[in-house]
């Protein structure tokens, strides 16, 4: 109940925002349907939303924008009445219980209903990743006419267990460009990187390194998409805090066939 369908509630902010600038010069109203076009991308809508916010873009005569607007305020009413109705239903289901767990249900309908939502073109995304890296252990021989001919070096094996926990923020400034900022905490379990040299006069233990720590990981980019959508280009750079240091940046591209 209350599944009021993301078609509804943007044909709801549509409505609101077309009446607000209604009137406006042929650019802005062009615009308006780019800002909605870049937010439909990411949704599978129906026919008639795309219909209507693809005419915002496309018409160039008044006669073109009345029937566009016809479009718009019929899904905007389709949209007022399924939402009525959800709510109807909803309080038909309260109803069926008393007491505590109706006075429940009631606040939480009227929580759903009338709470914020995280505007279309900002999309937020959670994620845990987990690596690990290994290398086998070396041993090598030096040679030569130095002084450390003939000693014996040996570099132990190295296991490292990585794990990150994120949250990625996206915004859609055009239908094309995203501009991303991304914050990371990273945990290296255990990890030591040791070895030892040997000759004719003795063992020497070679000075080694623990990666085991937290890393604070801040990352910001841009992520560039094609209008038929089989082309998306990345770059960004990321900054490290913590066991970890420094900054470093990426590029990719991938193609979609």
Do not use: C
Not at 62 to 75: A, S, W, Y
Not at 98 to 127: C, D, H, M, S, W
Not at 182 to 200: C, N, P
Not at 239 to 255: E, F, I, L, N
């Amino acid at each position: 109940m209350l599944h009021y369908s993301v078609d509804h509630e943007l044909m709801s902010d549509l409505y609101r925002d077309y009446r607000q600038i209604k009137g406006a010069e042929y650019e802005q109203i062009h615009a308006l349907g780019e800002h909605y076009l870049a937010i439909a991308q990411d949704y599978d809508l129906a026919d008639s939303t795309m219909k209507s916010i693809q005419g915002l873009i496309r018409f160039q005569t008044d006669e073109e924008l009345e029937g566009v607007e016809t479009g718009i305020v019929h899904g905007y009413l389709t949209a007022k009445a399924a939402l009525r109705k959800e709510q109807a239903e909803y309080r038909e289901f309260v109803e069926l219980f008393n007491g505590e767990e109706k006075q429940a249900l009631n606040g939480l309908a009227e929580y759903v209903v009338g709470q914020k939502r995280i505007p279309y073109k900002i999309k937020n995304r959670t994620f845990l990743n987990y690596f690990y890296d290994g290398r086998e252990s070396e041993s090598y021989t030096a040679s030569g006419s130095s002084d450390v001919a003939g000693a014996d070096f040996h570099f132990n094996s190295l296991n490292s267990h990585r794990a990150q926990l994120g949250s990625v923020f996206e915004y859609a400034y055009t239908s094309a460009l995203r501009p991303y900022a991304a914050l990371t905490y990273e945990y290296a379990f255990k990890a030591d990187a040791k070895g030892r040299a040997s000759d004719q006069f003795g063992d020497l233990g070679l000075n080694g390194t623990d990666l085991e720590g937290s890393t604070g990981i801040v990352s910001f980019g841009w992520t560039y998409q094609n209008e038929a959508k089989h082309f998306e280009f990345d770059l960004g750079v990321n900054g490290y805090t913590g066991k970890r240091q420094g900054v470093s940046a990426q590029a990719q591209a991938a193609w979609k066939f």
